[in-house]
């Protein structure tokens, strides 16, 4: 769907269906406002037949409407609140998303501009919002269906702004049109099946985008190489699959050589029974999107080429498939890392932080600014936070708090673990440096605390997205995109600042 800005009158608009927002108690806002006089009042008489009480979400449409040049008019309601939060905001979008999608007309015109979204200032926060949740909502993945979705007659969407919002309203669909982009690829690859979404497969797919972008590098290190390097631990993790390992680096130079990058660090477990220490077979369908911090990496690379963001970027996806087989790691078994700490592996169903930890080591050559790793890392992570918000922790105070302000402004949050010394205590192991797993107690924490220990030398940061890259159950089941819009907006934050 294509999305664009206009400055014009809302009674003056050719268009299929415009939109307007209508408060509880049949309050009119400017656009409306405009809409009723150039009717002679008969969106007003309308309204006191009862027909639209403008309770949040709720809908009315009507037909021919005299005075207006569209075709028909959609009121939405928006409740009684001055200013809508984020939350109720995204409501309101996307009833209108869902409203639009059953009608005729391949376009619509959108009059919010007098709406005021709490928190956001300006023009570029309210319709950034407001564009990637219409975008996302534009989502769908039928590859593997033989009865593929209808096309939708919408193909153009129209914000109306007034004439000194054009320039922040066009910003925000432009970053919005990336991000978006970048979580529906981020979705894709985690809904793809662990049959066809394996590391070998994601190593093509950085080929290919190495292919279509001039500034970005790519090198793909295999098992042997993982293994020369003295990777100990990633490559234990892939040893019982006969699906190899492959430790992809992805290297955008958007600004000048001497810059130093920001790193991010994907896990990317293709799919994880748990190896030896099995997984329950209920539900496990659902462990092809343990690769999702890899796919959300693959996502926010995907918005900051089309954006072409003038930063450097250097991007480490750890794949490999945990599988149990004979010659699969065993609990018990010891391991040397490549920063040459050895670990011993309690539970070979604890190997996210096994891949990222040599991982964290490689970072290091690239001098890096700040590092982040994202993994779908932790269960308790789900336990503590639901899936609303990402775990956060790291090791330098300002790029935790930078993470959190992205978080925020991006509609896309996290919440800060701690990582106190007591819990380092829980990882001592009597016959290695560390244990890969620290009991039942804080097990996000735990897992925090590993991989610090492989990031010392480095601001670094862990976003633990268990709960948040991944939908379950129900006919909305399946990957989320997120955390694309959080670490997209870190990156641009990190322009502005």
């Known amino acids: 769907m294509e999305l664009v800005v206009k400055s014009a009158a809302a009674a003056s608009v050719k268009t299929a269906t415009l939109v307007l927002a209508i408060g509880e108690g049949q309050v009119l806002g400017r656009s409306a406002q405009a809409i009723d006089a150039a009717s002679g009042g008969e969106l007003s008489r309308v309204l006191a037949r009862g027909d639209l009480a403008g309770k949040p979400g709720q809908t009315l449409l009507l037909q021919g409407l005299s005075g207006v040049k569209a075709e028909r008019v959609l009121l939405v309601g928006h409740g009684k609140e001055d200013a809508l939060g984020d939350r109720a905001w995204r409501k309101l979008v996307t009833a209108v998303a869902g409203a639009l999608k059953n009608l005729a007309g391949s376009d619509a015109t959108l009059a919010f501009d007098d709406l005021r979204v709490e928190g956001r200032e300006g023009h570029y926060g309210k319709y950034r919002l407001l564009a990637e949740t219409l975008l996302d909502s534009e989502y769908v993945f039928d590859r593997f269906k033989l009865t593929k979705a209808e096309p939708r007659a919408l193909k153009k969407l129209a914000l109306l702004v007034d004439d000194v919002a054009v320039d922040e309203a066009e910003r925000a669909v432009r970053h919005a049109r990336a991000i978006a982009g970048g979580m529906a690829y981020t979705r894709d690859l985690g809904n793809l099946p662990p049959n066809i979404c394996h590391p070998s497969f994601?190593?093509?797919?950085?080929?290919?985008?190495?292919?279509?972008?001039?500034?970005?590098?790519?090198?793909?290190?295999?098992?042997?190489?993982?293994k020369d390097l003295g990777m100990g631990a990633f490559y234990a993790v892939g040893q019982g699959s006969d699906q190899p390992p492959r430790l992809i680096v992805l290297n955008y130079q958007g600004a000048k050589k001497s810059e130093q990058p920001f790193v991010l660090v994907g896990k990317g477990i293709t799919f994880d029974t748990g190896g030896i220490s099995l997984k329950p077979g209920a539900g496990m369908d659902e462990m092809k999107y343990d690769m999702g911090g890899a796919a959300s990496v693959f996502g926010t690379l995907r918005a900051v080429l089309e954006l072409e963001l003038p930063i450097?970027?250097?991007?480490?996806l750890a794949c490999a498939e945990n599988m149990p087989s004979g010659g699969a790691t065993r609990p018990g078994d010891i391991v040397t890392t490549m920063s040459g700490q050895t670990v011993?592996?309690?539970n070979t169903d604890a190997e996210g932080r096994l891949v990222l930890c040599d991982t964290l080591t490689y970072a290091e050559r690239f001098k890096p600014r700040a590092v982040i790793d994202i993994a779908t890392l932790t269960g308790a992570?789900?336990?503590?936070?639901?899936?609303?918000?990402?775990g956060l922790m790291g090791n330098d105070d300002a790029l935790v708090e930078q993470l959190l302000s992205a978080g925020k402004r991006a509609d896309d949050r996290a919440w800060q673990l701690p990582l106190f010394d007591e819990y380092q205590e829980q990882l001592d192991s009597p016959f290695a440096d560390i244990a890969n797993i620290g009991g039942p107690k804080a097990g996000s924490i735990t897992a925090g605390c590993f991989l610090s220990r492989f990031a010392k030398t480095y601001a670094w940061a862990h976003l633990d997205i268990a709960g948040t890259a991944w939908i379950s159950g129900g006919k909305d089941k399946?990957?989320?995109?997120?955390?694309?819009?959080l670490l997209t907006q870190y990156l641009l934050d990190r322009i502005e600042a």
């Open 202 to 226: 994601l190593a093509e797919q950085a080929k290919d985008l190495g292919k279509a972008h001039k500034k970005l590098k790519v090198d793909v290190l295999d098992e042997k190489k993982i």
């Open 381 to 390: 992570c789900i336990v503590a936070l639901g899936s609303h918000v990402s």
């Open 478 to 485: 399946g990957a989320s995109g997120r955390p694309v819009p």
């Open 344 to 346: 011993e592996i309690l």
């Open 312 to 316: 450097n970027l250097v991007c480490l």
